[in-house]
């Protein structure tokens, strides 16, 4: 595995370190489970963690009908690397000990399977996103991080509750299409990436954008960013590589602090 690596773009353009590269597939599936294992403790950092509700799900790099997912009923700031457990798109365990969240699954299953550009989806019970999912009506381009989701997330408008039905998970799928996030109504928000380190990110930037628009509406009426310019950040800002560079630092303190997260 070589490290991180810098590519110069045009003038202009923002710069951003790139994800490693693998000489095999056994390496890319560490570094994609302890990375999984890293967002799950950002995720309790950062006080996602309710209960037993949210998983985060990375698609296996050699079975692209597989992926890694949290074992349920195991507090997300405990994760290491190898309490994870593999499953088929059949929800079958193929790999680990644990329990599987048969939620997680029929969520996660259908968006891996519609999008075969995703490698990772994130959803948890966090405050404001659940707060968010109330309001039936998109986030607006208030801050860059808000401005990254315009024009990009969907409002799915079917309560799903405990989604524990086909159907219900095919229509979240389906409905998220090609978008970085689906909010699910009265339920949470999913998001996804093609990196782990993505996926978490946009979950993390979601959160911030409900919060600040709460606090801003609470405080007056906010005015948005100009379509035009929000567009501008969501292109330049708002791109795969960005959210996984931008995710860097709190990966790197958590290797730093909980080292045995890559166990």
């Keep these: ?9 045009p003038p202009g353009r923002m710069v951003f370190a790139e994800p490693p590269v693998f000489d095999s597939v056994e390496q890319e599936r ?3 489970r302890q990375r999984l294992a890293v967002a799950l403790r950002a995720f309790a950092r950062l006080g996602f963690d309710m209960g037993v509700a949210g998983h985060i799900t990375a698609r296996d790099p050699e079975h692209p009908d597989r992926f890694w997912v949290n074992p349920f009923g195991v507090h997300f700031g405990m994760i290491r690397a190898s309490d994870l457990i593999q499953v088929d798109h059949s929800g079958a365990v193929v790999a680990g000990d644990g329990i599987l969240n048969t939620a997680a699954f029929r969520i996660h299953s259908e968006i891996h399977a519609a999008r075969p550009d995703v490698v990772a989806a994130a959803h948890a019970h966090s405050l404001y996103g659940s707060a968010w999912s109330a309001m039936n009506r998109p ?4 801050t860059n991080e808000g401005c990254m989701f315009f024009e990009d997330h969907v409002i799915h408008t079917e309560h799903t509750g405990v989604t524990l039905e086909d ?3 095919k229509a979240i799928a389906q409905g998220l299409g090609p978008h970085r996030a689906a909010v699910l109504a009265n339920h949470g ?10 996926a978490a990110w946009w979950f993390i930037a979601f959160e911030h ?10 405080a007056g009426t906010p005015r948005p960013a100009d379509p035009a310019d929000a567009r ?5 800002m708002g791109t795969p590589r960005a959210a996984w560079f931008s995710f860097q630092p709190l990966y790197q303190r958590i290797v730093r602090e909980d080292p045995d997260v890559l166990d």
């Design 189 to 198: 928000v999913v998001t996804v990436g093609q990196s782990v380190d993505e």
């Design 209 to 218: 954008s409900a919060h600040v628009q709460f606090l801003a509406e609470a």
């Design 232 to 236: 501008t950040v969501r292109d330049t």
């Design 1 to 9: 595995m070589t490290a991180p690596r810098r590519t110069d773009g």
């Design 167 to 169: 159907l219900k998970a």
């Design 139 to 142: 986030i607006q381009p208030l």
């Design 30 to 32: 560490l570094d994609r």
